[in-house]
């Protein structure tokens, strides 16, 4: 038995693949005018910004902001350096628990979690050479002791977390963690050098 033949309908395109044959169809016409829409307004953005420079980049956006905000951040650290004379450290245990987080992530790998001292000093006795006032500690953390190769925390900490971590630093006085490092006037001078 014969296949009847068919007409060829005129939506479909002469080729196929695998028996299956593709269809000439229409694009919607909503479609067709979203897409010269987007065209129309990718060439005036393209006028505007980078033919014409009416408009700002967003790299000179972004240096703007990035100016803008040094600017209040160098405002919020030097009120709070004005007045490190008058502060206390804070007895909010929450306050301290933060400052023992930050501790514990930046000042540990120095330190020691419990303050015993690595690379950098004891904190845990009464000796200290940068000063015994919780000012003089904010100090420290604020402007570091770049001679010793402690880091200045002033660009990378926030005024809330210099003064939690002081005052968390603050705790660790008098403390007696096991085999803590020696006071750093009873220290032997080092005679190796480094070349």
């Given at each position: 038995?014969?296949?009847?033949?068919?007409p060829?309908?005129p939506?479909?395109?002469?080729?196929?693949?695998?028996g299956i044959?593709?269809?000439?169809?229409?694009?919607p016409?909503w479609?067709?005018?979203l897409?010269?829409l987007?065209?129309i307004?990718?060439?005036?953005?393209?006028?505007y910004y980078h033919?014409l420079n009416m408009?700002?980049?967003?790299a000179?956006?972004?240096?703007k902001?990035?100016?803008?905000?040094?600017?209040?951040?160098?405002?919020?650290?030097?009120?709070?350096?004005a007045?490190?004379?008058?502060l206390e450290p804070s007895?909010?245990p929450?306050?301290?628990?933060?400052g023992?987080?930050t501790?514990?992530?930046y000042c540990?790998?120095?330190?020691?979690?419990?303050?015993g001292?690595?690379?950098?000093?004891?904190?845990?006795?009464?000796?200290w050479i940068?000063g015994t006032?919780?000012?003089?500690?904010?100090?420290?953390?604020?402007?570091g002791?770049?001679e010793?190769?402690?880091?200045?925390?002033?660009?990378?900490l926030?005024?809330?977390e210099?003064y939690?971590?002081?005052?968390?630093?603050?705790?660790?006085?008098?403390?007696k963690?096991?085999?803590?490092k020696?006071?750093?006037?009873?220290?032997?001078a080092?005679?190796?050098t480094?070349?």
């Open positions: 038995m014969n296949d009847p033949i068919r060829k309908d939506l479909l395109l002469d080729h196929e693949a695998d044959q593709e269809l000439d169809n229409n694009l016409r479609w067709v005018w897409f010269v987007c065209v307004y990718a060439a005036g953005y393209l006028v033919v408009g700002p980049l967003s000179a956006e972004y240096a902001e990035s100016r803008e905000g040094e600017a209040l951040k160098n405002a919020a650290q030097s009120k709070f350096e007045t490190l004379s008058g007895k909010d929450i306050v301290v628990a933060q023992g987080k501790f514990g992530t540990a790998p120095c330190h020691r979690a419990d303050g001292g690595l690379v950098g000093p004891n904190l845990c006795d009464d000796y940068h006032n919780f000012s003089d500690n904010l100090k420290v953390v604020i402007n002791v770049p010793k190769g402690m880091l200045t925390w002033k660009g990378v926030q005024p809330k210099i939690s971590v002081a005052s968390y630093i603050y705790t660790l006085r008098g403390t963690p096991p085999n803590p020696p006071r750093e006037d009873q220290v032997p080092s005679t190796e480094f070349e």
